[in-house]
């Protein structure tokens, strides 16, 4: 069984900074690309941030410049470094990860989100 758990998120106020981490644990032979996700309310999830295994990153348009994705292989962790934080930002943020445990498959795995919340 894996299990991806966040942690990090909070409230703060506009103009700052937070950082989120999500640890995979289980039986984990590989991890493929990991991302971050988010929802605000009454809107769809939509893509954050995406690193590959190979370390090549994507990010959203609305955060470009801003935000930061990373990992750390060896302790199954990803990580998301938010800067210049605005009240858009405010969302539940999940993070995602493609992994092969007791299967020959990868399967995509989902922790439970946390809470990020920019007051103005």
């Known amino acids: 069984q894996v299990q991806l758990v966040e942690s990090g998120g909070g409230l703060v106020q506009a103009g700052g900074s937070l950082r989120l981490s999500c640890a995979a644990s289980?039986?984990?032979?590989?991890?493929?690309?990991m991302g971050w996700y988010r929802q605000a309310p009454g809107k769809q999830r939509e893509l954050v941030a995406l690193?590959?295994?190979?370390?090549?990153?994507t990010y959203a348009d609305s955060v470009k410049g801003r935000f930061t994705i990373s990992r750390d292989d060896a302790k199954n962790t990803v990580y998301l470094q938010m800067n210049s934080l605005k009240p858009e930002d405010t969302a539940v943020y999940s993070c995602?990860?493609?992994?092969?445990?007791?299967?020959?498959?990868?399967?995509?795995?989902w922790g439970q989100g946390t809470q990020v919340t920019v007051s103005s």
């Open positions: 995602n990860a493609l992994i092969k445990s007791a299967s020959i498959y990868f399967t995509r795995y």
């Open positions: 289980g039986t984990i032979f590989s991890i493929n690309d």
């Open positions: 690193i590959t295994s190979g370390g090549s990153t």
